[in-house]
């Protein structure tokens, strides 16, 4: 017999009438789920669609910017070229007095005379940063906190210094050598520019230079930028400082003629006024004899452009490098009938070290778009790293996006270190820091990564560069209505 409870059991008809009303309401859940999960998906497509299309235009104006500026390099190489062959016609005796000029700043005595701090006196009135040589640590943390302030160290100072870094880049090779066996790492900086703000930032981030915090720096670190002399000065300190374990690549901007086209001269005229020429020829001393080549635990290459088919490290360790005061004008010699000899091999060994960049595409041909040096392929570059046991290249002379670019399957490294290089918000800056594995680590920076500017919105930011790249294209458009529209189609 059943046991009575006292309970009713619920109608039948009740039973299903609320089964009906679950199975709605779970249908209408999954319905608004459903609605909520498209909607998500549609808002992160149109995002991710939005930000791609501002990479694109951020990428597009990077390279509106960076076409101008090798289309200028190659103009430049043509007018001195122009200029060259009209001095080539000119009369014997401006030749010899060229040729006498130039013999006698090889031998240094042009620049002992004309740089010499000895006929540069300090004013009484002068307040600015001070310099003795030997330099130490304080003395320079002492020039940076008085850069930052804009303050200019005084002539004499800077010829001093000027003059004790000659005399001892002259000690060393063209082709020196690193490790990372004391300090377990190197850091490498690519193109400065004039820039304090990025190396201070380098400096921030990574530690001052030290024996246990050993650098290279990868040439050009003037031109273009407002602080060419600071940047200078600083970089010049350190290696008196620590000349084992700070060490400088030449660029193709520490250049006589680069510089005279891209800002360096028109700095020191703003700064020292009529000592301007005298401090001219004392970076000029200084630029014929930095080293060309860093080899970092003779298994990395650190040069600033890059290599060729034909580029052979002990033949440019045997190069004559103070004879250079421009790569883009080679030092020649009067034959007995009058004409002048230029080495053609020595001087694509310079060039194609300077001025060189990478190609996706096989093989070794001219930097027509430069205006100088070669574009390497992958190719070119295994069999140059492996001909001299090395196992990548890093190397500068370009603007990144990133700061930093890796090419040829991981063989040839690209890095830049002045950020907002051609516009406030145009690229990132980034330096290496290669450990005694030599797996680089890439670390990227913004000098003005705390400015306002950059509390601005994504979009507002690419299109203030965007205007920018874009009013530079339409003047330069207007001023050779001929040639760039050509050059932008290639």
């Not at 024996?211 to 060419?228: E, H, L, T």
């Not at 690209?414 to 690229?427: D, I, K, L, M």
Request: proline fraction near 5%.
């Amino acid at each position: 017999s059943t046991q009575s409870t006292g309970e009713t059991p619920p109608e039948p008809h009740l039973t299903a009438q609320l089964s009906i009303t679950q199975l709605e309401s779970e249908a209408e859940r999954r319905q608004s789920a459903g609605l909520q999960l498209r909607a998500t998906l549609l808002i992160q497509r149109w995002f991710r669609r939005w930000r791609a299309e501002l990479e694109v235009r951020r990428r597009c104006t990077w390279t509106i910017f960076q076409t101008m500026e090798y289309a200028n390099e190659n103009e430049q190489l043509k007018l001195y070229n122009f200029f060259n062959e009209i001095i080539s016609g000119l009369p014997d005796a401006f030749n010899a007095m060229q040729s006498e000029k130039s013999e006698s700043s090889d031998e240094g005595e042009y620049f002992s005379k004309l740089a010499n701090p000895a006929y540069v006196a300090i004013e009484p009135e002068y307040e600015g940063p001070g310099l003795s040589l030997p330099i130490d640590l304080q003395q320079i943390k002492d020039l940076i906190e008085a850069f930052k302030k804009h303050k200019v160290l005084h002539a004499k100072h800077l010829l001093t210094l000027l003059g004790e870094a000659r005399r001892k880049f002259k000690k060393v090779a063209n082709v020196q050598h690193s490790g990372t066996n004391i300090a377990g790492k190197v850091t490498v900086v690519g193109d400065l520019h004039g820039s304090l703000d990025d190396i201070l930032m380098i400096f921030f981030k990574n530690g001052l230079p030290s024996q246990d915090n050993p650098y290279i720096i990868n040439g050009d670190f003037v031109d273009r930028g407002p602080a060419s002399v600071e940047v200078s000065i600083v970089l010049f300190s350190l290696f008196l400082l620590y000349p084992n374990s700070f060490y400088i690549n030449r660029g193709n901007h520490e250049d006589t003629i680069m510089n005279k086209r891209y800002g360096f001269t028109t700095e020191l005229v703003t700064k020292y006024g009529v000592l301007a020429n005298r401090i001219s020829k004392g970076f000029e001393g200084v630029f014929r004899v930095l080293p060309l080549i860093t080899v970092v635990d003779k298994a990395v290459l650190v040069c600033h452009g890059g290599i060729s088919d034909i580029t052979d490290l002990e033949y440019i360790n045997q190069i004559p490098r103070d004879q250079y005061a421009s790569i883009l004008r080679p030092p020649s010699k009067i034959l007995e009938d009058g004409r002048e000899e230029v080495d053609l091999i020595e001087w694509r060994q310079m060039l194609d070290l300077l001025w060189s960049d990478p190609k996706a595409a096989m093989g070794c041909e001219p930097n027509t778009f430069r205006g100088g040096g070669t574009y390497f392929g992958p190719d070119i570059s295994a069999a140059i790293l492996d001909k001299h046991g090395f196992k990548f290249l890093i190397r500068s002379h370009e603007c990144k996006p990133d700061g930093y670019d890796v090419v040829h399957d991981g063989k040839v490294i690209t890095v830049f270190s002045a950020s907002n290089y051609y516009e406030q918000g145009s690229n990132l800056g980034a330096y290496i820091r290669l450990p005694s594995n030599h797996k680089p680590q890439f670390i990227q920076f913004s000098a003005t990564e705390n400015s306002p500017s950059n509390k601005e919105p994504l979009y507002s930011r690419v299109s203030k560069v965007e205007s920018s790249a874009l009013r530079d294209l339409r003047t330069r458009i207007i001023r050779q209505p001929r040639t760039s529209p050509r050059r932008f189609r290639k």
